[in-house]
């Protein structure tokens, strides 16, 4: 099944037992910047799970180099802490890197203890908002050498190798960069001279650890800013690390900055794999790829094509630690797959909250959560075929009890079949599928198109009943929101309703009003298939391509009373929503109340006054209320009941997937 994902590959004298590596991704486990419990744990994991290399950083190296709750590796006597780290890892068989991690102009005052941030020259960070100190050429030498010590430290831990990072905008990026690099010393102007610190660096890491130690280097694949690197310059660069001494090249996508999503599950998967292969065309040294990998059967066909040596997986391997093994095995059919929803990690690193994920709860919970057998197996009835629902089912089921799950639908999923509507938000299904296989392999009896009552659950003589059955649409009380051309936006979604007419209204702004938004305007525009089709044979020139890529048939309008469009989206998704509405056409208005439905037009309220919009159809999508009338009947019938998901209270898929997870370990 696997030709390439599990050879073993060799770096140097390190042999690395499979094709698969954890990239470095800040958990914001370590409070105060030393190794901990809850750190070991996560990794430990990790590495039993099969994968074959863990990065574990980013490790800031100086007082400069980022924020004191990051890991640290600025002085010896952190060394112990790492070590224990290292061992931990390499007792389950994997082999481990230490990711040197140098924000410069990234690096917020407040996180470096009021410290003025240092970078190649004083050019504002649109990401802290803040102007950096420009180097001297004395702090460019010491914050060299502080890469060197850090690299020094590292290998006494007993890491396999050090990973210098020098993507996604960070200090070496900044070097490189003609937008933030404005010296007209030795380390500006020229190409050449722009790779100068970079190079310096790797020169100064390798004289500190020998000649034979292992050492990569994350590059940025492309910067995608305009006026910045594109994969010929970057690539360039990597090659030149080579030569001075880098043995493996992890490759990634754009700045932190750059408006061209990295993330989301927009991208498309292993979609950023090119940047790999264009840097693999000027070296011989391995090349990692990396960006939305998330599953294995992709994975050993960008190594069997050749486009990579090595792949990473970061959030794959948080949403399942044992996706290796699996694999491995041939059971494909019980891997959780990340889907990009980026509502646990990368959501929760921007709010400075731990890492965790919607589709493993447990991830960074590893000490607290276990899934240990029943010692009395209980017959458990499920109401609810949502998310919520169907992860209750599945660890109740595992650790031994007798599950049946209702479903009054004929399909499962919930809202996430709804999620999964809009372009390129289509990985919602793999969470309904995963989730589906789990069901089948753990024996859960599954029951469709049943509305199941509590007489009948009672009957049945359940010892316990997780209710997750759910909300249902609210209907704002306004004027002529019965008339025939309005509908509920679930409605549409499913497919049930169809908008008719050119102009259409939505009233609401949240995620489920931006997915009918996206949805609706891109009725009418070609598939990727159309558009590769007349590309490659030159049917429409480019202009009028991005035109049928990014017009449908209908004029969509956005009403949202509140000032913010998507407020109930995550920071690391909700941009590239936004990005996505506009170049769809999509008209959003903000702080506009919703007065009146006519005939023809929606008449708003905006700063005290009356506009009309035209509308052949209304779309309402103002949020949903919990459905508990099961759970109220069940609990006076004083049966052990537990309400979870949307049942109570209307969130997103990583409340009501926890709650189960949760419930499903404690009944």
């Not at 599990?6 to 958990?27: C, G, K, S, V, W």
């Not at 831990?157 to 690099?181: K, R, W």
């Not at 009941?641 to 370990?665: F, N, P, Q, S, T």
Request: charged share 25%.
């Amino acid at each position: 099944m696997f030709k390439k994902l599990f050879q073993p590959i060799r770096i140097r004298d390190l042999e690395i037992r499979n094709r698969i590596a954890m990239t470095a991704m800040h958990l914001n486990y370590t409070p105060d910047g030393k190794v901990n419990e809850r750190l070991i744990a996560f990794y430990r994991e990790r590495a039993a799970g099969g994968a074959g290399l863990i990065i574990v950083g980013g490790c800031i190296i100086d007082d400069y180099a980022g924020a004191t709750w990051m890991i640290d590796i600025r002085d010896d006597s952190l060394i112990e802490g790492h070590s224990e780290l290292v061992r931990a890892i390499k007792e389950q068989g994997a082999a481990v890197a230490c990711q040197l991690y140098h924000a410069g102009r990234y690096a917020h005052s407040i996180s470096i203890g009021g410290r003025q941030a240092r970078a190649p020259s004083a050019v504002r960070s649109r990401f802290t908002g803040e102007e950096p100190h420009a180097m001297t050429l004395e702090e460019i030498r010491e914050t060299i050498e502080n890469y060197a010590q850090a690299a020094l430290r590292a290998k006494r831990a007993g890491y396999d190798l050090v990973e210098i990072l020098a993507s996604a905008g960070y200090l070496i990026n900044q070097f490189l960069s003609p937008i933030t690099n404005l010296r007209d010393d030795e380390y500006g102007g020229s190409f050449e001279n722009r790779m100068r610190f970079g190079l310096e660096v790797v020169e100064a890491v390798r004289k500190a650890v020998g000649p034979d130690y292992p050492i990569m280097m994350r590059v940025s694949g492309h910067d995608y800013m305009e006026g910045g690197n594109t994969n010929k310059e970057n690539a360039r660069f990597a090659a030149e690390a080579v030569k001075h001494g880098v043995d493996l090249v992890n490759v990634t996508g754009g700045w932190h900055e750059t408006r061209v999503p990295q993330l989301p599950m927009s991208v498309p998967r292993a979609g950023l794999v090119y940047l790999a292969a264009g840097v693999k065309r000027l070296t011989d040294a391995p090349v990692m790829a990396c960006n939305r990998i998330n599953d294995p059967l992709v994975a050993d066909e960008v190594l069997r094509l050749g486009l990579a040596d090595m792949v990473g997986m970061a959030r794959a391997l948080i949403a399942d630690p044992y996706l290796p093994q699996k694999s491995m095995e041939g059971r494909l059919e019980e891997i959780t797959h990340c889907i990009a929803c980026n509502q646990g990690c990368f959501d929760h690193v921007f709010y400075l909250k731990p890492v965790t994920c919607t589709m493993n709860p447990r991830a960074g919970r590893e000490l607290e959560l276990e899934e240990r057998p029943v010692e009395i197996p209980r017959r458990i009835a499920v109401v609810g075929g949502g998310p919520g629902g169907m992860k209750a089912a599945v660890t109740a089921a595992r650790r031994g009890h007798q599950v049946t799950l209702y479903e009054r639908m004929p399909l499962l999923g919930g809202q996430l079949n709804l999620a999964a509507v809009p372009p390129g938000r289509e990985e919602f299904w793999t969470a309904v599928d995963d989730l589906d296989s789990q069901l089948d392999a753990a024996g859960v009896e599954v029951i469709l198109e049943t509305e199941v009552t509590a007489d009948a659950l009672l009957s049945e003589g359940y010892d316990a009943v997780v209710v997750a059955t759910g909300a249902n649409q609210l209907v704002p009380n306004i004027p002529g929101v019965d008339k025939p051309h309005v509908l509920m936006a679930w409605d549409v979604l499913s497919g049930e309703s169809d908008p008719e007419g050119k102009d259409v209204v939505i009233i609401g702004g949240g995620a489920v009003g931006a997915e009918t938004a996206m949805y609706v305007a891109s009725i009418g525009t070609i598939s990727p298939e159309t558009l590769h089709f007349l590309l490659m044979n030159r049917g429409e020139d480019m202009e009028t391509l991005k035109e049928l890529c990014t017009r449908g048939m209908k004029k969509v309008t956005v009403v949202e009373m509140m000032d913010k469009v998507c407020r109930d989206v995550g920071l690391s998704t909700r941009w590239s929503i936004l990005q996505d509405m506009r170049t769809l056409g999509i008209e959003m208005m903000r702080n506009a109340k919703a007065k009146r439905i006519e005939d023809d037009r929606v008449v708003v309220e905006v700063e005290g006054r009356e506009e009309s919009i035209p509308a052949d159809t209304v779309i309402i999508a103002v949020g949903s209320c919990p459905e508990q009338r099961l759970y109220e009947e069940l609990k006076k019938a004083r049966v052990e009941v537990h309400l979870i998901g949307d049942a109570k209270e209307a969130r997103k898929a990583i409340d009501a997937i926890r709650e189960g997870y949760e419930i499903g370990i404690e009944i």
